[in-house]
């Protein structure tokens, strides 16, 4: 029967056994005091009179023992710490979960954020907190981070709960949940409790609605409290910006309106410090998105923030603000090396390239004065010499050599070999098309080698052919690879359509790569790597004066930089600034503030529940508070004067 | 230097002995004896106070008989006059342990001294007894006359001693067994006893003495303050009574200390007696010349 109470620690019943001792000195009587007067006569009538006139004599003779007694049972009641059963199943070590992702710092009508609503209930949790339970606190975004060890301790379960904050990232409850995970195999989990706006992320069901999808088989219960959603919310969902000509750029900010109702923002486009262009007014209906574009004309690198001044409700303000970094525009550095004269024509014809070696400076690799992104040496380096794949390059296109690591893996036979399938989707085989291309060479598999082996070393198969794979790209850090595996010149390739199509897609993702075509604003979480002086220590100041101090290596790239925070990070070397970036929100399903209704899970789907968890409620508090009532009332009844004393 | 006086005896100041001097009882009824005292009787006598006229019959002293009047009228009138008897009166003093609490022993003595001074001065016959001890006789003072015996009574009192368990009931029944004479009994008890009045009350009325019973209490009895639970233990007879929650009770206990008092005036009222409870923190003063004379006990 769930009404009934239950007992966190029955052995205090033993205690009741002190009712013997208190009845037994009560009536011994042992601290009344003697007094002597002058005569028993009145005291004897009124004693008998006492006992024959009340019916309730004997129990108003014992009243004091009798609250005694009572006082007595409530303590002893308190003691067995009784508990009012919730609706949940009690768990003895229960992990809570506690989403602190962007979207948890939307307010509602009354300007409390999902956070805070959150942080009530489970700080009602910690106040109703059994003596046999134990909780650990663990706040989820985009990573997991355990804020208390398992404990009892309310002290430190409400300083850990009020030190969770806000993060301005995305979130992602896998990490809460493997977390939580690797906490069940040293505790006895059988419960997690998920507190989240659900608002994750999400992919189109069938029916092309939003589904929450978390790759993660459940081990445990999951109990999952869907925080109710606030209101119209306003931001920036997307800034980019994109070469559209000689020191001219195409910025794109794109806005979007959560689905709770219409929404209006005037946005502003700055270029260090200096606005640009006129404000743009924006007015959305529910859950529609506007693109704007601006022009801005610069050769030299500058910041672009934009900013979004609401007009009306808007309950995230996090994503009311962006920033870019845009790149000094300069020409496409590329090493191709005089012998390729196939992929030169190719390149000669595209417009603001660097070609090296030049036709009548260069003529042995010698990389001359560039300035190429990343602080590679080139841009791009297209090359079949062994010695060239030396050369320091954002993107490098090696055609007719097998990568040193994989030629344990395969060998390069003689004969014809054919392309079986490709990538059509990748960015550098889009519109390429390799059917009844001939290859003279046939790069062969090795004996029991399995093209889980490439993966395995850090390369993609982007094409297979009859006998392996034909082409790799493999991405090393800041750099990006592509190895043909047969030498272009003993196939059918340079003189297909398709040719210059490729070089086009090399010289377009090689632009991407060295940051000259296309810029996007760095999302929150971590930081994009940075090519700086090799190992020196630089500091790196966040948003709301966080400091955090970290190396670059040896190549000089200083990566893996945390930004939870949207705003600027200025990374220092000693007092002076070497770079600034600004880090950015730009999620959409962050922004949109829609919260799922379920989480689907490898096995099982788990609905949310909008109601407040029921937990159990220990009745220690109030037991022992009716005895303190009791022994005040006992106290009042033996000291208590008589009423009606005549003069 | 400031004026010292001697005080005559210690139980009453002097202004207070000088004003009892000049006061007397005020028995409701005549209880006298036939010797000649100051007390009026109902039947004609031979006082100097004119009291009425009645036919001569023979036999009749003719001292008696009004000349003038029978020098008008030619008959034979005979002059009556008012007879003054002696009364006796009785002082009782309870000297018992329970008196010794707060002052009710000095206030009955003093009260004592007072009626004994108001006989001694009107020529009444005064004896006093007093019960403490129940395996001894009384305390006997044997009747007295006249202002020459003031000093004996007084002695008596001031010399009497306290203590023992002696009821009151049985000190009356001891008293008459040695008294002889009609007239009026002064009561000075705390009347706090376990036995029945009613038996003493009814051998005083009929052995003709007119009952003034002074009830003294302690303030403590009187209105007791307190609380908890407490073990009361009887300072005569030791004996204990546990009483839990005293002061829940003390509404009960008011109830009958009433009505042990009312019981008591109502057995005095009955046999032509008066009653009267003082509490033992009363100045004598105010007891006799403010609740005794407006009461008519004394004039």
């Known amino acids: ?647 | 230097m400031p004026e010292t006086t001697t005080q005559f005896t210690s139980l009453l100041p002097n202004d207070v002995l000088a004003r009892v001097e000049r006061m007397r009882l005020n028995p409701l009824r005549r209880k006298t004896n036939h010797s000649r005292g100051e007390h009026l009787s109902g039947k004609g006598g031979t006082s100097t106070e004119f009291a009425d006229y009645r036919d001569y019959s023979p036999g009749d002293d003719v001292r008696y008989v009004d000349w003038n009047i029978f020098a008008r009228i030619n008959h034979p009138y005979l002059k009556l006059y008012k007879h003054e008897e002696e009364m006796h009166v009785v002082l009782l003093v309870d000297a018992s342990r329970s008196m010794q609490f707060e002052g009710k022993f000095e206030l009955a003595r003093q009260l004592a001294a007072a009626f004994g001074v108001m006989g001694l001065f009107n020529v009444e016959r005064v004896s006093a007894y007093s019960c403490s001890e129940q395996s001894a006789d009384p305390l006997i003072l044997p009747p007295c006359t006249g202002r020459s015996s003031l000093r004996r009574l007084l002695t008596f009192l001031e010399e009497l001693p306290g203590g023992g368990e002696f009821p009151i009931e049985a000190a009356i029944e001891e008293a008459l067994k040695r008294h002889r004479g009609r007239g009026a009994v002064v009561l000075l008890s705390d009347f706090l006893t376990l036995g029945d009045m009613t038996r003493s009350f009814n051998l005083l009325h009929s052995a003709g003495l007119e009952i003034f019973a002074l009830q003294i209490l302690s303030p403590t009895e009187l209105d007791p303050e307190l609380t908890g639970d407490l073990r009361f233990v009887d300072s005569e007879t030791n004996q204990t009574l546990d009483v839990s929650s005293v002061g829940e009770l003390l509404g009960l206990y008011h109830e009958h200390r009433e009505a042990l008092s009312n019981h008591l005036a109502a057995l005095c009222r009955k046999r032509q007696g008066r009653f009267l409870t003082v509490s033992s923190e009363e100045d004598v003063k105010s007891v006799l010349f403010d609740r005794l004379l407006r009461r008519g006990w004394v004039r």
């Open chain 1, 1 to 647: 029967m769930s009404w009934l109470p239950g007992i966190t620690t029955p052995l205090a019943a033993w205690l009741f056994a002190l009712l013997v001792p208190l009845v037994v000195f009560y009536f011994l009587k042992l601290r009344r005091p003697r007094m002597e007067i002058p005569s028993l006569a009145l005291w004897r009538s009124v004693i008998e009179d006492q006992r024959v006139n009340s019916p309730f004599q004997k129990f108003k003779r014992n009243l004091l023992l009798l609250l005694q007694m009572a006082c007595l049972c409530l303590l002893v009641l308190a003691a067995m710490q009784p508990f009012v059963r919730g609706g949940a199943e009690q768990a003895t070590y229960l992990p809570i979960l506690i989403d602190n992702s962007a979207s948890m710092a939307a307010t509602d009508a009354e300007g409390r954020s999902r956070l805070d609503v959150a942080k009530d209930e489970v700080r009602d949790i910690i106040d109703n907190l059994l003596s046999d339970q134990r909780l650990t606190l663990i706040s989820v975004s985009d990573s997991a981070q355990r804020m208390t060890e398992f404990t009892d301790n309310r002290r430190v379960l409400l300083d850990a709960l009020d030190a969770i904050q806000v993060a301005d990232v995305p979130s992602r409850p896998e990490e809460g949940l493997q977390l939580a995970q690797a906490l069940a195999r040293t505790f006895e989990i059988s419960t997690v409790r998920f507190y989240s706006d659900g608002n994750l992320p999400t992919r189109p069901d069938g029916a092309g609605k939003p589904m929450a999808v978390v790759d993660f088989d459940l081990p445990f219960d999951l109990q999952f409290h869907k925080l109710d959603e606030p209101a119209a919310n306003i931001g920036i969902t997307a800034f980019n910006a994109r070469k559209s000509g000689q020191d001219r750029w195409d910025v794109f900010v794109r806005i979007e309106g959560s689905t709770a109702g219409q929404t209006a923002a005037q946005v502003e486009l700055s270029a260090n410090g200096e606005p640009v262009g006129s404000p743009e007014s924006v007015v959305l209906e529910a859950g529609q998105s506007q693109r704007l574009v601006f022009r801005y004309d610069s050769a030299d690198a500058a910041s672009l923030t934009v900013r979004l001044q609401p007009d009306g409700t808007d309950s995230l303000a996090a994503d009311n603000l962006a920033h870019l970094e845009l790149p000094i525009s300069r020409p496409l550095s590329v090493y191709c090396p005089s012998e390729l004269v196939s992929y030169r024509h190719s390149l000669e014809v595209l417009s603001d390239i660097e070609l090296s070696p030049g036709s009548d400076a260069e003529s042995g690799g010698d990389p001359g004065v560039v300035t190429p992104g990343l602080g590679a040496m080139y841009d791009l380096v297209i090359s079949d010499q062994a010695h060239d794949r030396n050369l320091e390059a954002s993107t490098s296109f090696i055609t007719g050599l097998v990568p040193e690591d994989v030629q344990s893996l395969m060998t390069v036979e003689e004969g014809l070999a054919e392309v079986i399938d490709w990538q059509r989707d990748n960015r550098l085989l889009q519109h390429v098309q390799f059917a009844d291309m001939d290859i003279t060479e046939m790069p062969t598999l090795a004996d029991g080698v399995e093209e889980a082996e490439f993966e395995q070393l850090g390369y993609e198969i982007l094409a297979h052919g009859n006998t392996g794979p034909l082409i790799l790209q493999r991405r090393e850090g800041p750099n990006l690879s592509f190895h043909l595996l047969f030498h272009t010149d003993r196939s059918t390739l340079p003189y297909r359509v398709g040719f210059p199509v490729l070089i086009s897609n090399l010289v377009a993702l090689a632009r991407e790569q060295a940051n000259l075509s296309d810029v996007r604003g760095a999302p929150t979480g971590v930081l994009p790597s940075m090519v700086l002086k090799p190992e020196r220590e630089y500091r790196v100041t966040g948003p709301n004066e966080s400091s955090a101090t970290q190396s670059s290596n040896a190549e000089g790239v200083l990566k893996g930089i945390a930004a939870r925070e949207v705003g600027t990070y200025a990374i220092r070397e000693g007092s002076q600034i070497v770079q600034q970036i600004g880090a950015s929100l730009l999620d959409a399903t962050e922004t949109s503030l829609h919260g799922v209704d379920e989480i689907h899970f490898r096995e099982l789907t788990i609905d949310a529940t909008t109601e407040a968890a029921t937990t159990d409620r220990p009745l220690w508090p109030w037991l022992a508070f009716a005895a303190f009532g009791v022994l005040l009332g006992e106290w009042w009844l033996y000291l208590r004067r008589p009423g009606g004393v005549p003069a």
